[in-house]
């Protein structure tokens, strides 16, 4: 960057940002960005966004629907009037400089016009030319003339131009003889576009372990070795075999299938020494559903250590190996031989020394992540560097910073991670974006435009129901057809069907003829849960011309068929009810008048540690103000404690670097030695006390981010305290730092993990204290080489590219031994003071205990939070039993709360590294920043209305009302009340207590409730 | 629970916590019988207390309100006013004779899966062994149902809600929320209002 474009105004810089992947990591950046005030170009290499997401079953720890929650995120990208997707699209140079970038992209043909295209299929239809099915792992065919999978956005066919017979032969053309809407366009021809813009997002996504490895391991040789992507597909309700899990030998039902890890990772021979961080967990998750679709089945798990470290990852380990009768065995993956009389047979050796072998009907290949096949390439284009990996190049402290500034990177090629990692990232590397662009925000975006709302107050009640199969995720359990079916005889039902999947994007345009063709005024679908769907569904009304009002969900999944998955007929009756209870609910539902309400534009962060500062200056540089509080006098968190990170640099330094930052950012305000003693309000109208030195201060803001961090487990096990050789890895942190961190007789170091943590005092893993005591033994192993090091383990988590220090550390000599959590090592005090404690625990290889008299015994302790309860009882937002702040949405949400413009970050969400403190930060800071720069909200207009002829003005409303949002006023001589919207947030309680009956709530009226509960009584 | 009475239940969730603590417990697969219809609300304190009556009124055995922890509610004190409106309900529940345990207020935080599950399969089989509404009261469960839609119309009827209104307000003063107390202000402010439903005025 040179300085004369610094110092240049803003009117040449760009508003637009590039995003380079359409998968949920760039969809969601994109999303984002949109949400900021940013124009953005989607390319995506294929025809349609959505990504390896978009292909799974089911996403763990939850088993939730994958595309059910990723649908409403591809529609919404879908009809963002600030998003253009570029689809069959690659960058292929980008030139300039941050902020005034020229992308060059070049786009194939689709040979199928987008926008004439109706996407109703009659091209495949006709198409003469089959060709492997790449949603479906090519267990499937499909045609030349195609669409990637049902639910795919854009909703548009497209033309395999390597297939196609009249591309390549000038013969057939049938599809455009059969497409009605003459959408074929066979002269289609490559376009070359250069596009301006102010920063480009690298999120192609991850590349697939080679053929020859998975070959290794039988695949491609023998029929039933499958890949994990492919089982995936087996799974899933579209795939292949309607998700049925069959034996692609025999179509019969596997009764004994095995799941092999760490294929193609943790693998020198392949070159792909790291970790790829995800497979342990969807390996689980596989299990348990290939359990799911038959009980009978028997289930091995093969793994070198199980690496469930995610928050409340472990715990639903244990729980889906519980419930499901798993046998795990800790096995580098077997040998896979074929044998004649069908089955596979598998050999291997435990850690005892001993080889076992036996046959199983199925295998299943847990492939590790790769970098995208194309990465170079794209480093090329874009001129990034790449590790040796050939995954993007970052640093500790600036991890989605690619090394060409103005280029960021997430998703998996930052390094290999999971949807929920990969969805932070893109709200930290948009708000990078964001504060990079900040002086061209809105320059390049448009308001979005919704028809003219119909004005049905004066119609008879029309009522449309769509009832969901969500794949099988209902209709595995419920009858919908017969559903749907009793839906139609319903008072005021005038329309209804049923889906396979209702939030797909081109269910959203069916809703909007449906509701055109049929003059529907009233909407109900019968599907998930109104929690997570009802906007999506909202915002099609809006377009089909209906207030959102008029819209009603009957739960008929999270609360029905996945609570009775062995009833199917009481399932189906239940839904049945729900629907006619909606129905008759929807009747009296009325349309509502929306307000908007303007937004403090500034935002308060709880907490001065790494995650904190991080949060304040992204929000900062953005360009809003900002509140940090900090309980401490000084700035910095526990980060300080950390004497080296695993490259050998100090987090202190980067810790100075961030504080002089925060004290001199002029909108930085710095209240040390501060506590938060109240916080009321909501999204856009915050207002916060906050407690310095005894004075108080009131601090109004818009959105909230919670990073009040955590702190180091205090042990009470193997002798801390009690003697002086035993210290916590914080503790040699602290000795490594110093001029002579060891007494020259120190001849022999163990380590013991998991103190305190999985199952211990904290019932979860912290992550972070396998990486450190690798980190440390290293340290050690340099200081002094000829140091006898043992590290005593459960399972070594040393995720991601930390694999390469636990290859390191065994090459430098230390010595790891595993231990049972019902046989834990065991430390004794020496004869002296100053005498080595001993230690004893079980060897798996000698198959006794040993004993090795310890010079330094150091525990890796876990993290604790700190205490959530205070504050999370004063926002209303939920803490899970381990004390840890619970993000709306696992996988989609990661680091909003369930009150909105309440964000969390850093150790209170859950144990994590300094890399990934700091990106979660910057995507609780970007998250934030959306409803300030935005500057309105739209609350949901259910507030409470008053009937002046009933009101009696007893004042009963007022004194109850806990928002001061109903006032009493006069009117001539009599006195009656009156909702204040804009303060009014719908709990309802003036309508309870009203004893004239004189209020009533918008959407949940007395009318409405008590049409539910008569129709209740009906079924 | 073959060959027991399978009892119909009907539930007003608050969406904040019950309601997310239901789809949690979807979330994570965790079965339990299928006789609860819900109903959701924003909050508990929307509930009316005639609903409840209303709902035995028309064909339940049993009702179920799920709201927030104590001194969780997301409006900060919704749940308190639903348990003057419980109370109202279980207090005109014993007047008319009907066993006090078909109405259940209770709690589950959105991250209590697991507890909405446990408090539901508890109360289905508690209810199925009380048998169909009427029927272990001993008398017509047709009258029985009548009573009750009487007790709806009282419950929103002016007399009682002034009664309620004293009793939230002394509630919220007094700043004891244990189910004991508000049940004991609710006896005495509604006392008076709800003598209607002893005599044979119904």
């Known amino acids: 960057m040179n300085n004369h474009g610094q110092l240049s105004s803003a009117s040449d810089m760009s508003g637009a940002v590039m995003v380079v992947g359409g998968g949920v990591a760039g969809v969601q950046t994109a999303l984002d960005l949109s949400g900021l005030g940013y124009k953005v170009y989607l390319l995506e290499k294929s025809g349609a966004i959505g990504g390896v997401m978009a292909r799974l079953d089911k996403t763990f720890p939850t088993n939730d629907c994958s595309l059910c929650i990723l649908a409403p995120k591809l529609v919404e990208a879908g009809r963002d009037p600030n998003i253009e997707i570029l689809t069959k699209s690659e960058l292929i140079t980008l030139q300039g400089e941050p902020g005034r970038f020229r992308a060059t992209v070049k786009k194939q043909p689709r040979y199928i016009d987008e926008e004439v295209c109706t996407g109703c299929g009659q091209c495949t239809l006709y198409c003469l030319k089959e060709i492997g099915d790449g949603y479906n792992e090519n267990l499937e065919h499909t045609h030349a003339a195609h669409i990637d999978y049902a639910q795919a956005v854009p909703t548009s066919y497209h033309i395999d131009a390597k297939a196609c017979l009249r591309l390549n032969y000038d013969t057939c053309g049938l599809c455009a003889v059969a497409c009605q809407a003459k959408a074929i366009r066979f002269d289609d021809k490559e376009v070359t576009l250069e596009i301006p813009v102010g920063a480009v997002i690298m999120a192609p996504g991850f590349g697939r372990i080679s053929k020859d490895i998975m070959a290794k391991y039988g695949w491609g040789r023998f029929k039933d070795v499958l890949s994990a992507f492919e089982h995936e597909r087996l799974m899933c309700a579209s795939g292949p075999t309607k998700g049925e899990i069959l034996r692609p030998s025999d179509h019969q039902h596997p009764k004994k299938i095995a799941f092999l890890q760490c294929i193609g990772s943790r693998d020198e021979t392949c070159g792909n020494n790291y970790c790829s961080s995800v497979c342990c967990m969807y390996a689980i998750k596989q299990a348990s559903l290939a359990r799911e679709h038959d009980p009978e089945c028997e289930i091995t798990l093969f793994y070198i250590d199980i690496r469930t470290h995610g928050k409340g990852f472990d715990a639903a380990r244990e729980r889906a190996t519980r419930d499901n009768n798993f046998r795990v065995i800790y096995a580098r993956p077997p040998k896979v031989e074929n044998v004649l009389d069908g089955g596979l047979l598998l050999t291997w050796a435990t850690e005892d020394g001993r080889h076992h072998y036996e046959k199983f009907d199925m295998v299943v290949l847990s492939q590790g992540l790769e970098a995208p096949d194309d990465a170079q390439d794209l480093a090329r284009a874009t001129g990034i560097d790449l590790n040796e990996y050939l995954f993007a190049q970052t640093d500790t402290y600036t991890p989605l910073a690619t090394s060409r500034p103005g280029v960021y990177v997430i998703g998996a090629f930052q390094g290999p991670k999971d949807i929920p990692d990969s969805v932070t990232q893109a709200g930290g590397a948009a708000a990078l974006c964001a504060g990079q662009l900040s002086a061209a925000r809105g320059s390049e975006t448009v308001k979005a435009s919704f028809p003219e709302e119909r004005d049905i107050s004066s119609e008879e009640p029309r009522v449309g129901v769509f009832v969901c199969h969500c794949g099988i995720n209902i209709g595995g359990v419920v009858d919908v057809p017969s559903v749907a079916a009793y839906a139609k005889d319903l008072p005021g039902v005038v329309y209804t069907t049923d889906n396979l999947y209702s939030c797909s994007q081109d269910t959203q345009g069916l809703l909007v003829e449906t509701i055109h063709k049929h003059r529907l005024n009233r909407l109900v679908v019968a599907a998930c849960t109104p929690r997570t769907h009802e906007p999506l569904f909202q915002a099609t009304m809006r377009d089909a011309g209906l207030n959102r009002s008029l819209f009603e969900m009957a739960n008929i999944r999270d609360q029905c068929s996945w609570v009775h998955m062995h009833e199917p007929e009481a399932a189906t009756q239940k839904a049945k009810d729900a629907v006619r209870m909606a129905v008759a609910k929807a009747l009296h539902l009325t349309a509502l008048a929306e307000q908007e309400l303007p937004v403090t534009p500034s935002a308060l962060v709880i907490g001065g540690g790494l995650a904190g500062m991080t949060a304040a200056l992204t929000i900062a540089d953005q360009g809003f103000a900002v509140t940090l509080v900090e309980r401490n006098t000084a700035l910095g968190g526990q980060t300080l404690r950390l004497t080296a990170d695993r490259h050998g640099n100090e987090p202190k330094k980067e810790i100075a670097r961030l504080v002089a930052r925060v004290r001199h950012h002029p909108r930085i305000t710095v209240h040390s030695s501060a506590a938060v003693t109240g916080i009321s309000g909501y999204v856009g109208n915050f207002t916060t006390t906050v407690a310095v030195e005894g004075a108080s201060e009131v601090i109004n803001h818009g959105v909230a981010v919670l990073a009040i961090g955590g702190r180091p487990y205090e042990p009470s096990q193997y002798l801390y305290g009690s003697s002086a050789k035993v210290l916590t890895q914080l503790d040699l942190e602290k000795r490594l730092a110093q001029k002579r961190p060891l007494p020259p007789s120190t001849k022999q170091v163990v380590m013991i993990q998991c103190v305190g943590s999985r199952g211990d005092d904290l019932s979860y893993c912290s992550r972070v204290c396998c990486g450190q005591a690798l980190k440390n033994g290293i340290r050690l192993k340099t200081l002094q080489p000829d140091l006898r090091i043992t590290i005593l383990y459960r399972d070594m988590r040393s995720y991601g590219f930390m694999e390469d220090d636990y290859r390191t550390a065994r090459q430098l000599g230390i010595i790891f031994s595993r231990y049972q959590v019902d046989n834990k090592p065991e430390v004794t005090a020496g004869r002296g003071k100053s005498s080595p404690v001993r230690v004893s625990y079980y060897d798996a290889l000698l198959a006794d205990r040993v004993e090795v008299a310890a010079d330094m015994l150091v525990l890796s302790v876990g993290i604790v939070p700190e205490g959530p309860t205070v504050l999370a009882k004063m926002l209303k937002v939920a803490v899970t039993a381990d004390h840890f702040f619970l993000e709306a949405h696992v996988k989609l949400q990661p680091v909003d709360l369930a009150v909105d413009g309440t964000y969390v970050c850093g150790l209170a969400h859950s144990p994590k590294s300094m890399d990934e403190t700091i990106a979660q930060a910057q995507a609780a800071a970007g998250r934030a920043c959306q409803p300030l720069a935005k500057g309105t909200i739209t609350p949901a207009p259910i507030v409470s209305k008053v009937d002046p002829e009933l009101c009696i003005g007893c004042g009963a409303c007022e004194a109850f009302c806990p928002y001061k949002a109903i006032q009493i006023y006069k009117d001539g001589k009599v006195r009656r009340a009156r909702t204040l919207t804009a303060s009014c947030k719908g709990c309802g309680v003036c309508a309870a207590r009203c004893p004239t009956m004189a209020i009533d709530m918008g959407r949940f009226t007395l009318d409405g409730i008590m049409a539910q509960i008569h129709a209740f009584a009906e079924g | ?202």
């Open chain 2, 1 to 202: 629970m073959s060959g027991q009475y399978s009892p119909k239940i009907l539930g007003f969730l608050c969406n904040w916590c019950c309601y997310t603590a239901a789809d949690s417990a979807g979330v994570g697969r965790y079965q339990y019988p299928p006789n609860l219809r819900v109903i959701r609300m924003m909050c508990t304190g929307r509930l009316d207390p005639s609903f409840p009556l209303e709902g035995l009124a028309s064909g339940a055995d049993a009702i179920f309100v799920g709201g927030c922890h104590p001194g969780e509610c997301h409006y900060i004190d919704g749940n308190y006013h639903a348990l003057v409106s419980a109370a109202l309900v279980h207090e005109t529940l014993a007047r008319l004779g009907v066993n006090k345990e078909r109405f259940l207020i209770d709690w589950a935080s959105a991250a209590e899966g697991p507890n909405f599950v446990k408090i539901i399969t508890r109360f289905t089989k508690q209810v199925a062994e009380l048998g169909p509404l009427g029927v272990a009261e001993g008398g017509n469960p047709a009258e029985l149902r009548e009573k009750l839609r009487a007790a709806a119309e009282t419950a929103r009827g002016r007399k009682v809600r002034l009664g309620l209104i004293n009793a939230s307000k002394e509630m919220m003063k007094g700043g004891d929320f244990s189910r004991q107390t508000i049940a004991g202000l609710v006896t005495d402010k509604c006392a008076k209002a709800l003598e209607a439903l002893d005599t044979g005025a119904l």
